[in-house]
T-cell receptor
Framework: GAVVSQHPSWVICKSGTSVKIECRSLDFQATTMFWYRQFPKQSLMLMATSNEGSKATYEQGVEKDKFLINHASLTLSTLTVTSAHPEDSSFYIC??????????????FGDGTRLSIL | GQNIDQPTEMTATEGAIVQINCTYQTSGFNGLFWYQQHAGEAPTFLSYNVLDGLEEKGRFSSFLSRSKGYSYLLLKELQMKDSASYLCAVLDSNYQLIWGAGTKLIIKP
């Protein structure tokens, strides 16, 4: 079945560091990918929608300059958290839209990246 | 606006049956999905309903009534590993997934 690979799965770094998270669709082309953030005991929050070859669409309240999204190919989107601070510590999850109709799933999720900023 | 409601938390006993309800109001409808999410993990797909009625898949079943904007997820023969959050999501007219806040299911021995 369709698989989305997200890397890294765990990051611990110092405040002020920039962190890049990759999201790859392994066996299908994903023109649209989604980036979510989830704080402990809270629901998924959509941060932005990433479209291949164009600018990402950010949800209200999400800083474009802080969360840089690049979707340069049909199988790869990246999220860079620039100058990360402790309040950015969260679980970041990507998903990719699969239009091929595999398993009736509209989105396939990566395994998530747990980001801890010290 | 678009809105999906589901209970915040439910508790059930191992071996029993539990029903998690979801009501929705969205701009268009292209299907309703249920996902399971264990703490610290990404959501995993459970079921998909686009027509009215019941879809059964092993211990899990999902029901949809489009006229009522209502769905439920039924879990039978509960096991401790079923303790998780269950997320209801609707695909709207723009094929965007609209997420509920999730229902935390606690299974007690």
């Amino acid at each position: 079945g369709a698989v989305v690979s997200q890397h890294p799965s765990w990051v611990i770094c110092k405040s002020g560091t920039s962190v890049k998270i990759e999201c790859r669709s392994l066996d299908f082309q994903a023109t649209t990918m989604f980036w979510y953030r989830q704080f402990p005991k809270q629901s998924l929050m959509l941060m932005a929608t990433s479209n291949e070859g164009s600018k990402a669409t950010y949800e209200q309240g999400v800083e474009k300059d802080k969360f840089l999204i690049n979707h340069a190919s049909l199988t790869l989107s990246t999220l860079t958290v620039t100058s990360a601070h402790p309040e950015d510590s969260s679980f970041y999850i990507c998903s990719a839209r699969d239009l091929s109709g595999q398993g009736n799933q509209p989105q396939h999720f990566g395994d998530g990246t747990r980001l801890s900023i010290l | 606006g678009q809105n999906i409601d589901q209970p915040t938390e439910m508790t059930a006993t191992e071996g029993a049956i539990v029903q998690i309800n979801c009501t929705y109001q969205t701009s268009g409808f292209n299907g309703l999905f249920w996902y399971q999410q264990h703490a610290g993990e990404a959501p995993t797909f459970l079921s998909y309903n686009v027509l009215d009625g019941l879809e059964e898949k092993g211990r899990f079943s999902s029901f949809l009534s489009r006229s009522k904007g209502y769905s439920y997820l039924l879990l039978k023969e509960l096991q401790m590993k079923d303790s998780a959050s269950y997320l209801c999501a609707v695909l709207d007219s723009n094929y965007q997934l609209i997420w509920g806040a999730g229902t935390k299911l606690i299974i007690k021995p």
